[in-house]
């Protein structure tokens, strides 16, 4: 691929999610969703952030792996009990990580 190429896929790909974007802001920046509609978009960013996230810690080597011999999965549970006692983020993170780092040290 020539250099011209690539900056016009980039350019391309950029003004395709810009106008995807801007659309729902001129066709219904003006406009009152409905009570039920707004209250189902504030749960968007945590389906999301599950659907991306939770296959890490359900899969390793490419076969669902729901035991203490996966190190993510563990250390995920270990985020959750952090999650819920905290109710801190750092604290959750600090937490998983933590976990995740010395069972990938002790399991290699």
Request: charged share 10%; glycine share 6%.
């Amino acid at each position: 691929m020539t250099d011209f190429t690539i900056w016009a896929i980039i350019l391309l790909a950029a003004l395709g999610t810009f106008t995807l974007r801007a659309s729902f802001i001129l066709l219904l920046g003006k406009k009152r969703m409905p009570h039920w509609f707004e209250q189902a978009l504030k749960f968007v960013p945590v389906a999301v952030l599950t659907a991306l996230i939770l296959p890490s810690f359900l899969m390793k080597n490419g076969q669902i792996a729901i035991s203490v011999g996966n190190e993510r999965f563990v250390a995920g549970i270990v985020a959750v009990i952090a999650a819920v006692a905290t109710k801190n983020m750092l604290w959750t993170i600090a937490a998983g990580m933590t976990a995740l780092w010395i069972l990938q040290a002790i399991m290699g």
